[in-house]
């Protein structure tokens, strides 16, 4: 992916002084749109290793399996429950070498969205055409609400990965595929997978932050492409 241009009515830069806290903008997809960001897309700083649960040797076979996946896409459905708001969407998440291209739909199949990015920076644009640019997710959410929340990347969880950097706690299925995953303070709840696609990745999943956030993502479909075949 080009590196992002800013277009429309773009929003970079300190949005807050260092240090200081902005109450979170007008606007429920707002709200819920950068907090998604941040989960999708950032890491934690790297903490103290946690001692792990000796993984199977099938999880060594489906981790490298899953690792190989350079291209992927998915559509799904995503319930977000945070701040006393609750956000729903249809998600359509298109990955390739790292870049990424998320869009958002309401009701009707109704634009509610889309956040794109590679490792130049990440652009959001809200339904009304408002732009938000920064050189990575952290800074994206510190300038715009303020503050930063100690959360990892879904974009490693969704695929039933723990994120690097940072110790974890898991448990396993009896095909050694993850279970249940415990990282940076969130719960991650793998609930099903799809067994129709190889390596067979999650398509129902619930993660936790506490008694605060609740996120929960139904995949529909999922296309992948292993990285022998990536262009």
Request: with cysteine; aromatic share 10%.
């Amino acid at each position: 992916m080009n590196a992002l241009i800013p277009l429309g009515r773009s929003r970079t830069g300190a949005l807050c002084s260092a240090g200081s806290r902005r109450a979170w903008p007008r606007g429920t997809w707002l709200r819920a749109a950068l907090l998604l960001t941040f989960l999708l897309l950032a890491g934690c700083a790297v903490r103290p290793p946690v001692l792990e649960e000796a993984a199977p040797e099938a999880w060594d076979a489906h981790q490298a399996a899953v690792q190989a996946l350079e291209q992927w896409s998915l559509s799904g459905r995503i319930a977000l429950d945070a701040d006393g708001q609750q956000w729903h969407a249809n998600v359509r998440w298109k990955e390739r070498n790292g870049d990424y291209d998320i869009q958002f739909f309401g009701p009707f199949g109704r634009d509610a969205g889309r956040l794109r990015g590679d490792e130049t920076g990440v652009n959001l644009r809200t339904p009304d055409g408002e732009y938000y640019n920064a050189p990575d997710p952290d800074r994206l959410v510190r300038d715009v609400l303020g503050y930063r929340l100690p959360v990892s990347g879904l974009r490693h969880w969704v695929l039933g990965l723990p994120a690097p950097g940072s110790g974890s706690e898991r448990s396993f299925d009896a095909r050694g595929r993850l279970s249940l995953l415990e990282q940076s303070g969130w719960q991650v709840q793998y609930q099903r997978y799809r067994e129709s696609v190889s390596p067979t990745l999650p398509d129902r999943l619930e993660l936790h932050y506490g008694q605060e956030i609740r996120l929960r993502l139904l995949v529909d479909t999922w296309a992948l492409e292993p990285v022998s075949a990536a262009q």
